[in-house]
């Protein structure tokens, strides 16, 4: 079946711009995350969606990132007044809850973002 | 101290060799274990979770000890097509299992 799908797979924009990332994850899925990576670095957590609960929001690094999940499905995640420290991989990830399985988290492809 | 600590390597392997990877985790009160494996500008896959009584998949067998908070990750018959980096992963153990990902091991299989 259709894994998460993520986009733009690139992106590459001024410093002070806003950017919005989309994330469409696996049909059915109803946890979704979102991770930045940067060059060198591991991943880092940023926020987690579940189902119609408030969502997770404690690794957001500042006010300048928000995210949204419309319908229990699509995630859009905004930066506003982009900064160069901002560039990164930016990867989604679903998984299904209430199943043995339910803590095996799949990505989607990312999206490389570039502030200049 | 790194909740998730990996050596990073490399590993430099020849074909048809045996390589571990170790990992160590700060959290106690986590509950779920996993390997991932990263290619070059790919996004992580899920190689395998790891379970108590450790488990196999084909040239794959993950260890968990709870008691040392240790973690492992045994690859035999190395083929080319393992190399890559491999991630140490842990929950929280938070009814929701954020993951807590180590820095990783790079992998490289020569001919």
């Known amino acids: 079946g259709a894994g998460v799908s993520q986009s733009p797979s690139n992106k590459v924009t001024e410093k002070g711009k806003d950017v919005e990332l989309r994330c469409d994850p696996i049909?059915?899925?109803?946890?979704l995350y979102w991770y930045r990576q940067s060059l060198g670095q591991g991943l880092e957590f940023l926020i987690y969606?579940?189902?119609?609960?408030?969502?997770?929001k404690s690794g957001l690094p500042s006010d300048r990132f928000s995210a949204e999940r419309t319908g229990g499905s699509v995630s859009t995640l905004t930066i506003q007044r982009t900064q160069q420290e901002d560039s990164a991989v930016y990867l989604c990830?679903?998984?299904?809850?209430?199943?043995?399985?339910?803590?095996?988290?799949?990505f989607g492809p990312g999206t490389r973002l570039t502030v200049t | 101290r790194k909740e998730v600590e990996q050596d990073p390597g490399p590993f430099n392997v020849p074909e048809g060799a045996t390589v571990a990877f170790n990992c160590t985790y700060s959290n106690s009160a986590s509950q779920s274990f996993f390997w991932y494996r990263q290619d070059c500008r790919k996004e992580p896959k899920l190689l395998m979770s790891?379970?108590?009584s450790g488990n196999e998949d084909g040239r794959f067998t993950a260890q968990l000890n709870r008691a040392s908070q240790y973690i492992s990750l045994l690859i035999r018959d190395s083929k080319l097509s393992d190399s890559a980096t491999y991630l140490c992963v842990v929950s929280d153990g938070t009814s929701y299992g954020k993951l807590t990902f180590g820095q990783g091991t790079i992998l490289t299989v020569h001919p």
């Open positions: 990830a679903s998984s299904l809850k209430g199943t043995p399985r339910t803590y095996e988290q799949y």
């Open positions: 049909s059915g899925h109803t946890a």
């Open positions: 790891v379970y108590s």
């Open positions: 969606f579940q189902g119609n609960s408030a969502p997770d």
